[in-house]
Structures are given as structure tokens and as C-alpha cells.
């Protein structure tokens, strides 16, 4: 079966400080994406970064870059330079052809 | 603004009422996903649909049902409400295999 272990529930970190979210999976699958998602207190769910498991290099938006490890199995998800609107709860997501499958989420507070 | 518009915003009902959340996917998305997220708990499953046809169920009670129309549009449809169906509804689409986006949900509040 596929799954998504997120094994952090909380995470805390300075503004202008770096944090790592991590994420593992299962899949026996060779071809796949991966996705991170983003929901501030709004509760909007937002698309951070995606990964597609054919490409070595790691993805990278602005502030957000992925550290994918694929025979491992791992997705974590570095933010730089934490900012105040980064406070949010973050999801990592793997889909396969019939559903998009969510891990439990890590919620994280950036203080000043 | 992701694209994907779900109406209403918030809606609140009576225990034992039934309710129609609308979703209106991406423009070419042919996967419609719905999902359930009650208070400070993760995304629960529902249902997906492909081009109008089912194609996964997850824990999706009897008394909800969905559909997929031509024009792409889906309906979840909550029967026989109860307390504990109050929750966020998420509808999101994607394209096959790609990232899904996400509409701003439907809060329901069952009283």
C-alpha cells in the first residue's frame, strides 16, 4: 500500500532561521510526483513545491527547496530564511492514478 | 486564486437536513477530488472522479454521494446530517498524475 509518513507533528523556528520538514513514502512505483502543500490559518490549501521522481536535481521555489532522497524514500522540505507568513501547517502528498494520498501534517510556528 | 471554485463559502444546517456542495474545476482538469478536514485533523478522502466516471472511493459515508457531470462540474451530496459531518470540504482537480489545486472550501456547521 502507498503511504505518507510525516513524523513531526510540531515544528518551531526563529525568523531568518532554516527548518526541515520531513517526509517519507512508500510506493513501488518508478515514476511519480511529489508535492508539498501549505495551509496558513486561512485554511487555503496551497501547492509549496513539487518534485518529479525521474529528475535528480532537487526542486526549488524562492525560499523552499526539497531535499528528495528517492531509494530512500524521502521528501523533506527546507525553508530558508523563515518568515512570519510561513507559520502554517505543512502537508506532504503523493499521488498515484486514483487519489492524491496526504500525510498527517507538521504544523509549524515561526516566532520573531 | 488556484482556479478550482467551490460554492458556497459557509453553509449551516440542521442536524438531519441534506446539503449539495458545488465544485468547478480548473479549466481542461479532468480529475475532480473531494476531501473532508474537520478541526485541526488532516485531509480525509472522499472520492475521485475522472471525466464523470468514479474512479477511487475512500471513507466515504453512505449517506454522502457525489457526482461528475459533463461539463466537468461535481456535486458531494450530504444526506441526513449529523453533528459530527460538520468540517471543511475541500474540492480540488488536477490534471492526470500532476499536483491537484484547490478550491477555498465549504465550511458546514450542523447544528
Known amino acids: 500500500a502507498q503511504t505518507v509518513t510525516q513524523s513531526q507533528p510540531e515544528m518551531s523556528v526563529q525568523e531568518a532561521e532554516t527548518v526541515t520538514l520531513s517526509c517519507t513514502y512508500d510506493t513501488s512505483e518508478n515514476n511519480y510526483y511529489l508535492f508539498w502543500y501549505k495551509q496558513p490559518p486561512s485554511r487555503q490549501m496551497i501547492l509549496v513545491i513539487r518534485?518529479?521522481?525521474?529528475?535528480?536535481q532537487n526542486a526549488t521555489e524562492n525560499r523552499f527547496s526539497v531535499n528528495f532522497q528517492k531509494a530512500a524514500k524521502s521528501f523533506s522540505l527546507k525553508i530558508s530564511d523563515s518568515q512570519l507568513g510561513d507559520t502554517a501547517m505543512y502537508f506532504c502528498?503523493?499521488?498515484?492514478?486514483?487519489?492524491?494520498?496526504f500525510g498527517t501534517g507538521t504544523r509549524l510556528q515561526v516566532f520573531p | 486564486d488556484s482556479g478550482v471554485t467551490q460554492t458556497p463559502k459557509h453553509l449551516i444546517t440542521a442536524t438531519g437536513q441534506r446539503v449539495t456542495l458545488r465544485c468547478s474545476p480548473r479549466s481542461g482538469d479532468l480529475s475532480v477530488y473531494w476531501y473532508q478536514q474537520s478541526l485541526d485533523q488532516g485531509l480525509q478522502f472522499l472520492i475521485h472522479?475522472?471525466?464523470?466516471?468514479?474512479?477511487a472511493k475512500g471513507n466515504i459515508l453512505e449517506r454522502f454521494s457525489a457526482q461528475q457531470f459533463p461539463d466537468l462540474h461535481s456535486e458531494l451530496n450530504l444526506s441526513s446530517l449529523e453533528l459530527g459531518d460538520s468540517a471543511l470540504y475541500f474540492c480540488a482537480s488536477s490534471a492526470a498524475g500532476s499536483e491537484a489545486f484547490f478550491g477555498q472550501g465549504t465550511r458546514l456547521t450542523v447544528v
Open positions: 472522479y475522472y471525466n464523470g466516471e468514479e474512479r
Open positions: 502528498a503523493f499521488p498515484n492514478t486514483d487519489k492524491l494520498i
Open positions: 518534485q518529479e521522481a525521474y529528475k535528480q
